[in-house]
């Protein structure tokens, strides 16, 4: 018997957090409180159709680690068989508002239901606003069911439940398969070039290259803004679509640092989805925030590693 | 936007150090060290500010230039002398603001507005001649890097000229009236830190903002004009 079990039992060394420059300061996790009870600190998933493969992962920033406050982005997934669509939503729920995990996990949830639910009505169509709306209505029900029948304010429904989304789906085309997303708020969607390790933005940075200062105002559900950010795009044999809450997208910049190689190399084939989440917690000084991200692949004969 | 080393709070603290300062000075130091060292004990929160020092009386003095707080060993020492000229004040900041940020981006950072905490026992002692070179600092389009300034008024400083000097009404803060000023300077900083310390958790937020925390022995500047 060997020192470490039986003889021939595996012995692998931990992961090590990846550090990408200074890391930030480390320490054990505090819980989230016990009224948080489906929010656990990370969540990946990881699954192909006939044509597409998904991974996501969602991690506890390091902020909400040390001061014992829940994940607030959340990230969700699902096929729609008959069409080999994927379906994806993308939240961050904004730390102001009271319940902020619960608003960006009700916003996916409604997205990806209303739109499951276009597709049974109408496979090639689909109305964003409509979603945009849709994840606006239900938050506005969850407060109204606790409490007031009368129906909350839009500063209500946001005090509690406020929320970016980035939501959409991915068809598989003979051409390439077609992107169609909206965004309401901060978060983002790139298209990576997994050859060149270039990232291309899908929605304009929040604030621009040459601005001065950073921008405190963020627009974010249950306020759907009347010019919906709207895309539709064909992925080419080399592009991977990313969807990313901010505390992916602010560390990353343009994506032609550190953060941006690291993910390039990372994403070029896709990943097991506990490791694309150990990859996302990496540690670098002042981004505390949590981190949310979404990559969605066209099928590649050779198998996922 | 090329890859950035983070996002950052730039916070002066503007310290009165004119001759009526003089009896206070103890605490004036003791409040400097003590926001020093609240810094320190939170290095997720400190990792994020950078902070400045400045002293003012007949001219501004730099106690601690812009600082990562993790790393600093030096203390602010304060220094009594003068007159109480807020003009010299504000024409520093005109000048220092811009500058401290755009050297932080080109650090590689990314900036949030600055903010000031301004604390005086005073009424200006250089007339109306402070306003103009205030509005100008506060003048967004005019000073695109202007700052959110908190005020607090001690001493002979009036509620109305606190308001005047703060950026919002709710930023206006005076002692109470008979408040023990060592005591009121000494609230003042423990306020200090406790909003540098919420601003710092609130930065990384979808929603970031300044986080001001009354001060005990403090009361709202707005209260005491009765606008």
């Known amino acids: 018997m060997s020192p470490d079990g039986a003889e021939g039992t595996p012995s692998p060394l931990p992961w090590q957090r990846i550090a990408v420059g200074a890391p930030g300061v480390e320490f054990e996790a505090r819980p989230p409180g016990e009224d948080v009870l489906d929010v656990p600190d990370t969540e990946c998933d990881g699954w192909s159709t006939a044509g597409l493969t998904v991974r996501l992962a969602s991690v506890r920033g390091a902020h909400h680690r040390y001061y014992g406050k829940p994940r607030q982005d959340a990230a969700r997934a699902v096929p729609h068989t008959p069409t080999g669509a994927v379906v994806f939503a993308v939240a961050d729920g904004v730390s102001s508002a009271t319940r902020a995990e619960r608003g960006a996990g009700e916003a996916c949830r409604a997205a990806l239901e209303r739109i499951l639910l276009q597709l049974a009505w109408s496979p090639d169509a689909l109305d964003l606003r409509d979603v945009a709306r849709h994840a606006a209505e239900q938050l506005r029900r969850l407060v109204r069911g606790r409490l007031d ?67 405190n105002e963020v627009t974010a559900l249950p306020s759907v803004p009347a010019a919906l950010e709207q895309a539709t795009l064909r992925l080419t044999p ?36 506990l490791w694309l989440a150990h990859v996302l917690d990496f540690s670098r000084e002042t981004f505390d925030d949590d981190r949310t991200l979404l990559a969605i692949w066209r099928r590649s004969p050779a198998p996922p590693r | 936007m090329a890859e950035i080393k983070g996002v950052l709070l730039p916070a002066y603290v503007l310290a009165d150090e004119s001759g009526s300062m003089g009896p206070y000075r103890e605490e004036l130091s003791e409040g400097l060290v003590s926001l020093c060292e609240g810094l320190r004990a939170e290095p997720m929160v400190a990792a994020k500010l950078r902070l400045a020092v400045l002293g003012f009386a007949d001219d501004v003095q730099v106690r601690l230039a812009v600082a990562d707080m993790r790393a600093e060993t030096s203390l602010p020492e304060v220094v009594i002398r003068g007159t109480t000229r807020y003009r010299a004040v504000f ?37 109306d001649g402070w306003r103009r070179s205030h509005a100008l600092l506060v003048d967004r389009a005019r000073t695109p890097t202007a700052p959110n300034i908190i005020a607090c008024g001690i001493g002979s400083a009036e509620a109305r000229t606190m308001l ?12 109470v009236p008979g408040a023990d000023i060592g005591r009121a300077i000494s609230e ?28 005990d022995q403090f009361t709202m500047a707005i209260d005491e004009v009765g606008l």
């Open chain 2, 91 to 127: 024409d520093d900041l005109r000048q220092r603001i811009p500058t401290d940020v755009q050297w932080l981006r080109g650090q590689g950072y990314k900036v949030h507005r600055p903010v000031v905490f301004f604390l005086s026992d005073g009424q200006p002692t250089d007339g």
């Open chain 1, 149 to 215: 029948p009368a129906g909350p304010s839009t500063a209500e429904v946001a005090g509690r439940y406020a929320t970016t989304l980035v939501t959409g789906l991915v068809r598989p085309h003979p051409d390439g398969p077609v992107v169609e997303l909206c965004r309401i708020g901060d978060s983002g969607a790139w298209l990576l070039d997994s050859r060149r390790g270039a990232y291309w933005p899908v929605f304009p940075a929040k604030t621009g290259s040459d601005a001065l200062l950073v921008s």
């Open chain 1, 238 to 273: 080399d592009q991977v679509l990313v969807v990313g809450t901010d505390g992916f997208g602010d560390p990353l910049g343009d994506g032609d640092g550190q953060v941006g190689a690291l993910f390039a190399r990372q994403l070029a084939a896709p990943p097991s989805p």
């Open chain 2, 188 to 215: 003042f900083f423990h306020s200090l830190t406790a909003s540098l310390v919420s601003s710092g958790q609130a930065l990384n937020s979808a929603n970031p903002q300044l986080v001001v925390n009354r001060p």
């Open chain 2, 164 to 175: 005047e000097v703060a950026t919002r009404p709710e930023f206006a803060f005076v002692a």
